[in-house]
C-alpha cells in the first residue's frame, strides 16, 4: 500500500510514500521505505543533508539517513535540527544543511529503514540504550526549508568546502510535514530520557 499525504507552501509541495511493510504473503518485511518528492514552485533550500565526521574528522553523509523518534502514535523522520538534551550543552549540534531546488525542479530522495525502527539523531546516538518494542500507526516526514525569495544574498556552503559536495548553510528556516497512515510499523522507542523532536503543535510537557 502506498499513502501520499502533500503538505503545500507557496514556495513548494512535500509528499512521502511508502511501502506497507509487508510482502506478497503478508509476511513482515525486514525494512521499509519511504519515498521523498519536493516540487519546487520558485527557488527553494531544502536541510535534506545530516552530516556527521569520519575517524579522520571529514564531513560524511549520516550514516542514519534521518533523524527518528517516536511520539506517541508516531513515527517522527525529521531532517531538522536535532533537539538539544535537556541540560546538556553541545560544542557540535550538527546543523543541517541544505540543498538548492530551483523553480520547476523536484528533490526525491529514498529512505530505507531497518525494522524495527531504532529512535536516533546526531545528539542521541545510543542506538543500543535500553528500548520497548511498540507499532506506530502514523510516519511525520519533518523537513526544514527557506524560499530564496526570503534572502537579502544566496547562503554560502561550510567554509573551504562546496556547496555541490556539503550543500548549504541556512539559517531561520521554516519546516514543512507531511504524514501519512501506514500499516502499524514496529518501532523501538528509548525507555530513558531522550531529547525529541517536537512540532509546534504538540501539547507541551508539564
Known amino acids: 500500500m502506498e499513502d501520499h499525504n502533500p503538505n503545500d507552501s507557496a514556495a513548494h509541495s512535500l509528499a512521502a510514500a511508502h511501502n506497507s511493510g509487508f510482502d506478497a504473503t503478508n509476511s513482515p518485511l525486514s525494512e521499509v521505505e519511504i519515498e521523498v518528492e519536493i516540487e519546487a514552485r520558485e527557488e527553494v533550500f531544502i536541510s535534506d543533508r545530516l552530516w556527521d565526521f569520519d575517524d579522520d574528522r571529514n564531513r560524511i553523509a549520516d550514516p542514519f539517513g534521518v533523524y527518528r523518534f517516536v511520539v506517541g502514535d508516531s513515527l517522527r523522520l525529521v ?17 543541517p544543511l541544505y540543498s538548492r531546488v530551483r523553480a520547476g525542479e523536484t528533490l526525491r530522495k529514498q529512505l530505507t529503514l531497518s525494522l524495527p525502527v531504532q529512535e536516533y539523531s546526531s545528539l542521541s546516538r545510543n542506538i543500543d540504550a535500553p528500548s520497548e518494542l511498540e507499532r506506530v500507526a502514523r510516519v511525520t516526514l519533518v523537513m526544514g526549508h527557506r524560499a530564496r525569495s526570503a534572502m537579502q544574498s544566496d547562503p554560502a556552503p561550510p567554509p573551504f568546502e562546496s556547496a555541490d559536495d556539503a550543500g548549504y548553510i541556512v539559517h531561520s528556516p521554516s519546516i514543512i510535514t507531511s504524514t501519512m497512515t501506514v500499516d502499524p510499523l514496529p518501532v523501538l522507542r528509548r525507555t530513558q530520557s531522550m531529547a525529541r523532536y517536537a512540532l509546534p503543535a504538540d501539547a507541551p510537557h508539564p
Open 79 to 95: 531532517f531538522a535540527q536535532a533537539p538539544l538534551p535537556r541540560g546538556v550543552v553541545p560544542r557540535l549540534t550538527f546543523q
